[in-house]
């Protein structure tokens, strides 16, 4: 037997938190449904810790991690029967970071005063995306907000496992970029004003690298106020251009331009689209008005403007598959897919399949450039900092040949 922590919700709505022992973690689930509480996490107790299972990848409460939560819990609650503003101010009351429980509170305040969770949420500004809102008010429209707030949960909690994968990838290539500069730094400012006398007074040329940090060190020495001075004018330029809208699109951008990025951002594209408009049409809204939201919901202009597109084709009475094709994200065994989806009256099904597809895929070929990233940025940092070195003992060399001869 093995103790697990749990939290649960009681049939009157009321948070509960407690242990419970267990053979295994399916075993620890049954005991607990069969009190009459609905858990909805159960973790393994190990050294008197729990060793969760949630993925929080952000310092910020708002992140993906707590609407993820949030929606998670929110849907649990309904689906026990518990009214939508009694939901909420027991979700509010389960929060303990300040700002959670303010988000929470006047999610509440809105409800309570008569508005839709979804017209209560755009009011949150800078918490909720667009595309969550839009979703929640077509689960409202069709009247199927619970399954809605199932797939949200899912489809971020997805997210955060796929961005867990990248930090995790990214650690070491991070240590490497980071060990760079200050290898330069050390170099610069201890090998090299030691080193710089030898060539003074000799026939041997100094390296082209090693002049240049010698006329850097040098000229700092010398001017350190206007260097710093244009550094900061440089570290602000940069602060002020990323906050650009133009800027920022143009980033957006970036990554579907590159070749080796180009794969994952259609993955991820194809995956969104797909899960997006599923998720509409299995909570009962018809294909047009899904196609609406889905529009609405896109923050990206130019993948917004092929959506119009495709949706203006679907009004004219094209088939779905046959309009998808107008986006080069999609490939066309996922079109046959959603062709076969259409045939078989199972088009939300389908569209789910291929955004799971399209997220494995994604995963896949995120591990594959994480792996290929590591050695790369490893034998490019061996060839800077291994190059300066070697051309500043191959200088050293020559002077002793020199005062051999």
């Known amino acids: ?19 419970v022992e267990a053979p295994h973690l399916a075993g620890a689930l049954a005991i607990l449904q069969a009190q009459g509480i609905r858990p909805y996490r159960t973790d393994p107790v190990i050294a008197g810790k729990a060793k969760t299972f949630e993925l929080t990848l952000t310092r910020s409460p708002l992140g993906l991690a707590w609407r993820a939560r949030l929606f998670r819990q929110l849907g649990t609650l309904l689906s026990a029967g518990v009214p939508l503003d009694r939901g909420l101010h027991i979700l509010a009351s389960g929060f303990t970071a300040e700002r959670e429980h ?17 017209a209560a949420m755009r009011q949150e500004e800078g918490v909720f995306p667009a595309d969550e809102c839009g979703l929640i008010q077509a689960g409202e429209q069709s009247g199927s907000l619970i399954p809605v707030l199932g797939d949200l949960a899912t489809v971020l909690e997805r997210r955060l496992d796929i961005r867990s994968k990248v930090v995790s990838a990214l650690v070491y290539p991070a240590f490497l970029m980071a060990l760079a500069p200050i290898c330069l730094i050390i170099i610069a400012t201890v090998l090299v004003p030691n080193i710089a006398p030898l060539f003074e007074g000799t026939d041997a040329p100094m390296p082209f690298a090693l002049r240049l940090m010698v006329w850097g060190t040098r000229s700092f020495d010398a001017h350190k106020p206007a260097w710093i001075a244009i550094l900061l004018v440089i570290l602000g330029s940069g602060l002020l251009a990323v906050r ?19 794969p994952l951002a259609h993955h991820a594209t194809a995956g969104r689209v ?5 998720a509409l049409l299995r909570g009962g ?54 062709a076969i989806g259409e045939d078989t009256n199972t088009l939300d099904v389908m569209l789910l399949y291929v955004a799971d597809a399209e997220e494995k895929a994604l995963a896949s070929a995120i591990d594959r450039l994480m792996t290929l990233l590591t050695p790369l940025l490893t034998i490019l940092m ?10 500043i003992m ?9 005062a051999l001869k």
């Open 382 to 391: 061996g060839l800077m900092v291994g190059g300066i070195v070697m051309s």
């Open 102 to 118: 303010k988000i929470a509170e006047s999610l509440l305040a809105r409800v309570t005063g008569g508005k839709s969770l979804s």
């Open 394 to 402: 191959r200088a050293i060399l020559s002077i002793n040949d020199l």
């Open 274 to 278: 797909c899960r997006t408009l599923g």
């Open 1 to 19: 037997m093995a103790p697990f922590r749990y939290e649960a919700f009681a049939p009157s709505g009321k948070i509960l938190r407690g242990e």
């Open 244 to 262: 650009n809208p133009r800027i920022q699109h143009g980033m957006k951008r970036l990554p579907a331009r590159l070749p080796f990025t180009k």
């Open 285 to 338: 809204l018809p294909l047009q008005a899904a196609l609406a939201t889905t529009v609405e919901v896109t923050s990206d202009p130019i993948l917004k403007t092929k959506l119009a597109t495709i949706r203006a084709a679907v009004t004219e009475g094209q088939k779905l598959s046959k309009a998808l094709a107008r986006l080069p994200e999609l490939p066309p065994p996922m079109l046959q897919m959603i």
